[in-house]
T-cell receptor, first 112, second 114 residues
């Protein structure tokens, strides 16, 4: 069975600073994909970044980067230069052959 | 291009009532899934489908039924609503074949069972 663990229920970060949101995963599959989604207070699910299990380089998308450590089964999201609009719930998720499973999420609050 | 459409957006049910949450996508996605979101528990997979006529159970299937008669539609049926089913429900869809394909989510249905 697949499992995603996000151990930080809530995080605060000062505007313009970087923040790391933790994610560990467990699966017996060799092929899998790791995703991060953002959910603002409006409720929609917004895709941020993807990392494949065979990708050798860490994924980056603008201010988002994924710190992928396969041996440790971790896929932490790094947000650089935080903005007030980054305040939201963040979910780590893992896709195997035919389904996508989520962690419990981390609420991020950016302080001005 | 509408993406994933969920109806209704809000619903209040009485305990014991039945209802169907509708989900439709116009992207010709093979995979469709239903999730419920509860505070502190993230999104939990209820049922999923890899194509028309094929469905399977997720983590929390009890009390819910699904069917997939067409590629476009994946309705979720609550057989006899219970207060424990008060939640926000999301439908999502994706292309098959490549893990890189992300899931597209609907806007959610907020269900309250009293």
């Amino acid at each position: 069975a697949q499992k995603i663990t996000q151990t930080q229920p809530g995080m605060f970060v000062q505007e313009k600073e970087a923040v790391t949101l933790d994610c560990t995963y467990d699966t017996s599959d060799q092929s899998y994909g790791l995703f991060w989604y953002k959910q603002p207070s409006s409720g929609e699910m917004i895709f941020l970044i993807y990392q494949g299990s065979y990708d050798e380089q860490n994924a980056t998308e603008g201010r988002y980067s994924l710190n992928f450590q396969k041996a440790r089964k971790s896929a932490n999201l790094v947000i650089s230069a935080s903005q007030l609009g980054d305040s939201a719930m963040y979910f780590c998720a893992m896709r195997t052959l035919n389904k996508l499973v989520f962690g419990a999420g981390t609420i991020l609050r950016v302080k001005s | 291009n509408a993406g994933v459409t969920q109806t209704p957006k809000f619903q209040v049910l009485k305990t014991g009532q039945s209802m169907t949450l509708q989900c439709a996508q116009d992207m010709n996605h093979e995979y469709m899934s239903w999730y419920r979101q509860d505070p502190g528990m993230g999104l939990r997979l209820i049922h999923y489908s890899v194509g028309a006529g094929i469905t399977d159970q997720g983590e929390v299937p009890n009390g819910y039924n699904v069917s997939r008669s067409t590629t476009e539609d994946f309705p979720l049926r609550l057989l006899s609503a219970a207060p424990s089913q008060t939640s926000v429900y999301f439908c999502a869809s994706s292309l098959a074949g490549q893990l890189v394909y992300g899931y597209t989510f609907g806007s959610g249905t907020r269900l309250t069972v009293v």
